[in-house]
């Protein structure tokens, strides 16, 4: 079974993309305080990089800022790519399946991303259409 579940908050606001197919992305990260302090006295945060798809990403590109603490829900994945250098680069990201939003914060820029209207549905003009 691969499945995870994290409580964190966005270290930035989420970026929308758009993609090939009409697919949209959204990566961002998560910082996750750990529950318990290191030998300082302080609590350590770790910072988890997430993905979600389609209409997930669109919900959270919406309503979450920076610093929106959200649950999220979903299974580790593991990917490389080539950076410009020609280095193999190896990355564990969580993709987001599901998303609980528990204090959502406005975000930085009004510049909201906007989603392109649905494509036109082609039998729409049919609707009102009556075989004879």
């Keep these: 079974m691969n499945q995870v579940g994290l409580v964190g908050r966005f270290t930035k606001d989420p970026v929308l993309r758009y993609l090939s197919g009409n697919r949209m992305q959204t990566h961002f990260s998560l910082a996750i305080n750990r529950n318990f302090k290191n030998n300082q006295g302080e609590v350590d945060t770790d910072f988890v990089f ?7 990403a669109e919900n959270i590109v919406k309503y979450c800022g920076k610093g929106s603490l959200v649950g999220a829900t979903g299974r580790i994945q593991t ?54």
């Excluded at 987001?96 to 082609?122: G, H, I, M």
């Design 50 to 56: 997430c993905t979600a798809w389609g209409r997930l």
């Design 79 to 132: 990917r490389s790519f080539v950076n410009e250098e020609s280095t193999k680069i190896f990355m564990t990201e969580i993709v987001v399946e599901d998303v609980r939003f528990y204090q959502l914060k406005q975000r930085d820029s009004d510049e909201a991303v906007t989603v392109p209207p649905q494509p036109p549905n082609e039998q729409e003009h049919l609707k009102d259409f009556v075989l004879p």
